[in-house]
């Protein structure tokens, strides 16, 4: 198992295949695995490097909040990538993990090739469930992530709905919560809702964008139009019937439409104005 001593911590990661590389992100109480479905796919034609962020599954869990933050993350993934001597890459990122993306994109532009934004929260919040996230971290602190977990998908409307149409994603939300670690759970919100929304810096992405979206996700829709207005040139891709996570929801879908668009970045120097 592959642990690097990054900027502190010992970050898990895992690379296989040559070519081009293209770097996951996954988002809360994630890993690694959640990209089980586009790994395999990508393999033939590109190098694929998957990390799990600091406070998820493998990799080290501070104790103290100041330890997290997207800035924090976004240099995690900087200094793997330096370590890997990785010069560039395409940046697919999921929930938290696209904010790190698009925090990369601002500090390491000369590092990217590409970048690809999955389902990104914060740019526009709603304030019906503020209430609830707080309560689920309460939980989480007091009687663990699989109570939180339980609770949100008794509670949240938005994972009521998932539940009755994918009801096998359920262990899945169990098993990635035992994977986690609650101060990575907690601290790692908090660093969501720290992170001052960079929108009038979105211009100054200049790599070529793909943005999904699963058209469940309520919460999403309108950080999703202010994401694709503010990135020139991005691309949408409208993922029907799926919520916070398209890529293991609607995998053939997901994967067609990045297979193409990985295409278009490597065959277009790096630039999206090629």
């Not at 999921?94 to 990104?120: M, N, P, R, T, W």
């Not at 908090?190 to 992170?195: F, M, P, T, V």
């Not at 916070?244 to 065959?267: C, D, M, R, T």
Request: with cysteine; glycine share 8%.
């Amino acid at each position: 198992m592959p642990v690097a001593k990054i900027n502190g911590i010992n970050l898990y990661y895992e690379v296989s295949g040559k070519g081009p590389a293209v770097v996951f992100l996954h988002g809360m109480t994630g890993s690694t695995h959640d990209w089980a479905n586009q790994v395999p796919v990508l393999l033939p034609k590109y190098k694929i490097v998957a990390l799990d962020i600091r406070g998820h599954s493998k990799s080290s869990a501070p104790r103290t909040e100041a330890k997290y933050s997207i800035p924090i993350f976004a240099e995690d993934v900087f200094g793997l990538l330096k370590l890997l001597k990785i010069e560039k890459c395409c940046l697919v990122g999921h929930s938290i993990g696209g904010l790190i993306a698009i925090q990369f994109a601002l500090s390491h532009k000369e590092k990217l090739a590409g970048l690809v934004l999955v389902d990104v929260p914060k740019f526009h919040g709603d304030p019906r469930y503020e209430e609830l996230k707080l309560k689920a971290q309460e939980l989480a602190r007091s009687q663990g992530l699989v109570a939180s977990v339980e609770y949100q998908y008794s509670h949240n409307p938005i994972s009521k709905e998932k539940l009755r149409k994918h009801p096998e994603l359920k262990e899945v939300s169990i098993r990635k919560a035992l994977m986690t670690s609650v101060d990575g759970y907690i601290y790692g919100g908090r660093a969501i809702e720290n992170w001052q929304p960079s929108i009038s810096r979105l211009s100054e992405i200049n790599v070529r964008t793909q943005i999904y979206w699963g058209d469940e996700d309520t919460l999403t829709t309108a950080g999703i139009n202010i994401l694709k207005e503010g990135i020139q040139g991005s691309t949408l891709v409208t993922v029907h019937g799926a919520g916070h996570n398209p890529h293991e929801e609607a995998p053939e879908v997901f994967n067609q439409a990045l297979i193409e668009f990985l295409g278009k970045v490597w065959s277009f120097k790096n630039n999206k104005n090629d």
